[in-house]
């Protein structure tokens, strides 16, 4: 079967049900009723799995062998209800702990950043407060956002307030652009994460930074959250919020890559904005970010080179 066709799941892999033992599952979370700027979020989830066509099974660089070495499915889209964000996030969290008590790793497909909410809901149910890479333009640790506690600019503040995370073990990367306060990110600081600032990573590898992260959080069980625009808008123009100055695609794989061998309990990728992208570059890098993702998982094996 040619790479055009198939069944459209995120690189045509088996459909699943929730539940079902397997060892991955990809899951899509079209909600973006929590986006502040621009609006279309909700349809990246079916544009990844579309692009992610264009990946073949097997890492060249690392030599990582998901597909041989277990269980990978795709669990479709989640529930949402489009019109009340509080009522979503029971359906995410729900769904989250039934996928969590079968064994799965999750693999989500957002979506706006306000979803990462209900999925650390779920992560600490089922694995206590979990150590988080955060790779984002924005902390979104905002008290409120036009009085609204449930935005995507506002999960972070909202994790800690519900001990969903092991602050120590919170690592923001990529921050940068304009602020409405000179100490927007000083909030985060006063937690106890560590903030990595977009100019910080200019011009430089960021695997000995992963090596740091690496040794810091041992064996803690660790959620990968990675908003695309924390990628600067150069090689990734399809989202809601750009901020110039971003991180590279090299570093962003450099991220993924260097938590190879960490205890992942999940992963997301979210605000991929289809109606601003219109070569449909930025849904193909983050089908591509995904696969890197799954190549971490802690079952996959390594072809020796």
């Given at each position: 079967?040619?790479?055009?066709?198939?069944?459209?799941?995120?690189?045509?892999?088996?459909e699943?049900?929730?539940?079902?033992k397997?060892?991955a599952?990809?899951v899509?979370?079209p909600?973006?009723?929590?986006?502040?700027?621009?609006?279309?979020?909700?349809?990246?989830?079916?544009?990844?799995?579309?692009?992610?066509?264009?990946?073949?099974?097997?890492?060249?660089?690392?030599?990582?062998?998901?597909?041989d070495?277990?269980?990978?499915?795709?669990?479709?889209?989640l529930?949402?209800?489009?019109?009340?964000?509080?009522?979503?996030?029971?359906?995410?969290?729900?769904?989250?702990?039934?996928?969590?008590?079968?064994?799965?790793?999750?693999?989500?497909?957002?979506?706006?950043?306000?979803?990462?909410l209900?999925?650390?809901?779920?992560?600490?149910a089922?694995?206590?407060p979990v150590?988080?890479?955060?790779?984002?333009?924005?902390?979104d640790?905002?008290?409120?956002?036009?009085?609204?506690?449930?935005t995507?600019?506002?999960?972070?503040?909202?994790?800690?307030?519900?001990?969903?995370?092991?602050?120590?073990?919170?690592?923001q990367?990529?921050?940068?652009?304009?602020?409405?306060?000179?100490?927007?990110f000083?909030?985060?600081?006063?937690?106890?994460?560590?903030?990595?600032?977009?100019?910080?990573?200019?011009?430089?590898?960021?695997?000995?930074?992963m090596?740091?992260?690496?040794?810091e959080?041992?064996?803690?069980?660790?959620?990968?959250?990675f908003?695309?625009?924390?990628?600067?808008?150069?090689?990734a123009?399809?989202?809601?919020t750009?901020?110039?100055g971003?991180?590279?695609?090299?570093?962003?794989?450099?991220?993924?890559?260097?938590?190879?061998?960490?205890?992942?309990?999940?992963?997301?990728?979210?605000?991929?904005c289809?109606?601003?992208?219109?070569s449909?570059?930025?849904?193909?890098?983050?089908?591509?970010?995904?696969?890197?993702?799954?190549?971490?998982?802690?079952?996959?094996e390594?072809?020796?080179?």
């Open positions: 079967m040619p790479r055009f066709g198939g069944p459209v799941t995120f690189m045509r892999v088996a699943g049900q929730i539940g079902e397997i060892d599952g990809i899509g979370i909600l973006d009723i929590a986006t502040s700027n621009r609006p279309g979020a909700r349809l990246a989830p079916r544009e990844i799995r579309d692009e992610s066509r264009l990946l073949r099974p097997y890492n060249m660089a690392t030599g990582a062998k998901p597909f070495s277990m269980q990978v499915a795709d669990l479709g889209d529930p949402i209800n489009t019109y009340n964000i509080e009522k979503s996030y029971e359906t995410i969290s729900l769904h989250y702990q039934n996928i969590l008590a079968s064994g799965c790793v999750p693999f989500a497909l957002g979506g706006d950043h306000s979803i990462i209900p999925i650390l809901r779920a992560m600490r089922a694995h206590g150590a988080v890479i955060h790779v984002d333009a924005h902390a640790a905002n008290e409120h956002m036009f009085g609204e506690r449930y995507h600019g506002t999960p972070f503040r909202r994790a800690v307030e519900e001990d969903l995370l092991e602050c120590n073990k919170v690592y990367i990529g921050l940068r652009g304009t602020g409405y306060h000179p100490d927007d000083d909030w985060c600081r006063n937690q106890g994460f560590r903030v990595i600032e977009a100019h910080e990573c200019w011009h430089k590898s960021l695997t000995p930074l090596k740091e992260l690496h040794v959080i041992g064996n803690h069980p660790t959620y990968i959250s908003d695309i625009d924390g990628l600067d808008p150069s090689v123009p399809g989202t809601g750009p901020e110039p971003g991180l590279s695609v090299v570093q962003a794989l450099e991220i993924i890559r260097g938590c190879r061998g960490l205890n992942i309990v999940g992963c997301d990728v979210v605000e991929v289809p109606p601003f992208d219109l449909k570059s930025t849904s193909l890098l983050a089908a591509n970010l995904v696969y890197e993702m799954l190549c971490i998982h802690p079952k996959v390594y072809h020796s080179k």
